[in-house]
């Protein structure tokens, strides 16, 4: 094998190693929505939002791997009525004086095609941890138009039992413990 060959064969090795880096991006907390649906007795049912969160996210996605932790501000929460809201940050629900934040920490799994389909994980809540998977049924990235680097977004959903958290108001008047989770994440890649 002469020269040339060989230095094009290295040269194509190389790009390949600096694709397969992991990226790191930061959550854009102005795009991204945690929202969460609740059981209101078996005849409705509640939904909230928080307005707060952070985080980090670093993937692979040519290797299939990465992880997550988001942070979610507990006394952001937003059911779009004040004495609602008033009521859930209180010692009833979620408590925020004792317990003002929520963590996710994860690994990105189930790659197809560069997008990973769920984080597996924990979720620190309400003084308790606790498994959770998050699935992701919609993951694209592009470059920013504005910020000049990649931005990659999600739809995230899970259902949690919130007694597993030691939330059980409303468990005594049938209100199901199950909460579902659907978040839309976005989070650019870090400078």
Known sequence: MNALPRLAAAALLAASAVQAAPVTYDVDPTHTYPSFEADHMGISTWR??????SGTITMDRDAGTGSVTIVVDM???DFGLPALDKTAKGPE???????P???????????????????????????RTNPVTLEIRKFKCIQHPMFKRED???????TLDREQFGMDAGKAYGFSMAVDLRI????IAAQ
């Open 48 to 53: 909230g939002k928080f307005d707060r969160s």
């Open 101 to 127: 934040k929520a963590t996710f920490r994860g690994t990105l799994e189930g790659f197809t095609d560069g997008a990973p389909t769920r984080a597996v994980g924990t979720l620190e809540m309400h003084g």
């Open 152 to 158: 990659c977004g999600a739809d995230v959903y899970a």
């Open 75 to 77: 006394a952001s929460a």
């Open 184 to 187: 839309q994440v976005e989070a």
């Open 93 to 99: 629900l979620f408590d925020v004086r004792k317990y």
